[in-house]
């Protein structure tokens, strides 16, 4: 398995732009994970899916914010208008069922807002 | 509230040397613990867990960790350093199942010749 993968790695957009991150989970995993990482807050948890459905969307910082999960191989995580204070690194995990399993992460997207 | 804390934000020590690093959390359950490492540039790898049983788990890439409820500490160790192990580490934590994790801040490990 080639792992989560995460497109693009890198973006760099203007304020006000929308921006779309992209993640494709490890097959037969069904929970998906959405993290961010910043110098300031570390790594923190955006929202997470399970079965393709939002289980828990209260690290979401903002309405600008929004998470969408149309199938189980396919994520977005989207921010309408962009701030350059969303600029952090955006990891996407998954995992699969039971209680011993663990969570895989992506490379990540670098965003940068400017 | 859970909570991560790793004391060190930097360690450095000279290749050949032993290691620990250090993480306390504060949780109201029966904790799920993880360390994860991260190079520049890339998403972070699972070394080891602990979730039941024997409190001493060995990970990947010959790193340990010990499990001390009393302590409420996961602190990672390695016997012999090696350079390639530079990076940084990232102690978690979270509830059954391992969902919604509460990361560390994380230590920067260097590594000296």
């Known amino acids: 398995d080639a792992g989560v993968i995460q497109s693009p790695r890198h973006e760099v957009t203007e304020m006000g732009q929308e921006v779309t991150l992209r993640c494709k989970p490890i097959s037969g995993h069904d929970y998906l994970f959405w993290y961010r990482q910043t110098m300031m807050r570390g790594l923190e948890l955006l929202i997470y899916?399970?079965?393709?459905?939002?289980?828990?969307d209260s690290g979401m910082p903002e309405d600008r914010f929004s998470a969408k999960m149309p199938n189980a191989s396919f994520s977005t995580l989207k921010i309408q208008p962009s701030e350059p204070r969303d600029s952090a690194v955006y990891f996407c995990?998954?995992?699969?069922?039971?209680?011993?399993?663990?969570?895989?992460f992506g490379q990540g997207t670098r965003l940068t807002v400017v | 509230a859970q909570s991560v804390t790793q004391p060190d934000i930097h360690i450095t020590v000279s290749e050949g040397a032993s290691l620990e690093l250090r993480c306390n959390y504060s949780?109201?359950?029966?904790?799920?613990l993880f360390w994860y490492v991260q190079s520049p540039g890339q998403g972070l790898q699972l070394l080891l867990k602990?979730?039941?049983?024997?409190?001493l788990v060995q990970g990947i890439k010959g790193f340990e960790a010990e499990f001390k409820r009393s302590q409420s500490s996961f602190n990672l160790r390695k016997p012999s350093v090696h350079w390639s192990d530079a990076a940084e580490y990232f102690c978690?934590?979270?509830?059954?199942?391992?969902?919604?994790?509460?990361f560390g801040a994380g230590t920067i490990l260097r590594v000296k010749s």
């Open positions: 995990a998954s995992r699969g069922t039971g209680t011993n399993t663990e969570a895989f």
């Open positions: 949780y109201g359950a029966t904790p799920y």
């Open positions: 602990y979730f039941s049983g024997d409190t």
């Open positions: 978690a934590v979270g509830p059954q199942y391992g969902n919604k994790l509460v």
């Open positions: 899916f399970n079965n393709n459905v939002p289980i828990d």
